[in-house]
């Protein structure tokens, strides 16, 4: 059973050009989750989805970022015009059910560079 | 405002003996706490947790303490293997039951053979 995939693993962009980062959840999870880490910092919690719907964006910059999880295919994080203050690893993770934090398995990251 | 914190980025051990990893937070509604581990190129994966109800829990090599009183929780590895080199992030939130939890920076743990 593979685990959780996310490509690219190593993304970069120029001021300015748009980034989209890809998750595939395990197979038979329905949740994905995004987070973020900033150098430095801790992981910091983004967005909540399931299929076609975000159930929690709260962590979500308010402008440029976006997130979805169609029903075929795999989630999408994308932002717009990337600053380099957006320079970051980000992960995500998924799960059978929207409970504790144990419960998600992580993917391996997608580490994004912004020149 | 880093709500839980971890002071030291690194440590390191002689393989067989003890490692401790500290984390401290600031927010006394925090009633649930994990550690999570994680290897380069790999996503963190859960190791251990303890309830606020709790001082300690214990899962085989890995012994988590928590100190209400001082806000401060650690991780004990005993005996400490070249395997257990990696990040280990401690997380907290204030409801168990939530998929939002406060992670610290990480310490980088390496064991030495």
């Known amino acids: 059973n593979a685990g959780v995939m996310q490509n690219p693993r190593h993304l970069v962009r120029r001021r300015g050009q748009e980034a989209r980062l890809r998750c595939s959840p395990m197979?038979?999870?329905?949740?994905v989750y995004w987070y973020r880490q900033l150098p430095e910092e801790g992981l910091k919690f983004m967005v909540y989805?399931?299929?076609?719907?975000?159930?929690?964006e709260s962590g979500m910059p308010k402008e440029r970022f976006s997130a979805e999880f169609p029903k075929e295919g795999p989630s999408i994080l994308r932002i717009q015009q990337v600053v380099r203050g957006d320079s970051a690893a980000y992960f995500c993770?998924?799960?059978?059910?929207?409970?504790?934090?144990?419960?998600?398995?992580f993917g391996p990251g997608t580490r994004l560079t912004v020149t | 405002d880093q709500q839980v914190k971890q002071n030291s980025p690194s440590l390191s051990v002689q393989e067989g003996r003890i490692s401790i990893l500290n984390c401290d937070y600031t927010?006394?509604?925090?009633?649930?706490f994990l550690w999570y581990k994680k290897y380069p190129a790999e996503g963190p994966t859960f190791l251990i947790s303890?309830?606020?109800?709790?001082d300690k829990n214990e899962d085989g090599r890995f012994t988590v303490f928590l100190n209400k009183s001082a806000k401060h929780l650690s991780l004990h590895i005993v005996p400490s293997q070249p395997g257990d080199s990696a990040v280990y992030f401690c997380?907290?939130?204030?409801?168990?039951?939530?998929?939002?939890?406060?992670f610290g920076t990480g310490t980088r743990l390496k064991v030495l053979a």
């Open positions: 993770a998924s799960s059978t059910s929207g409970r504790t934090v144990y419960e998600q398995y």
């Open positions: 197979k038979g999870h329905s949740h």
């Open positions: 989805l399931q299929k076609e719907n975000i159930i929690d």
């Open positions: 927010n006394s509604m925090f009633d649930y």
């Open positions: 303890i309830s606020s109800i709790k």
């Open positions: 997380a907290a939130s204030v409801d168990s039951g939530t998929y939002k939890y406060i």
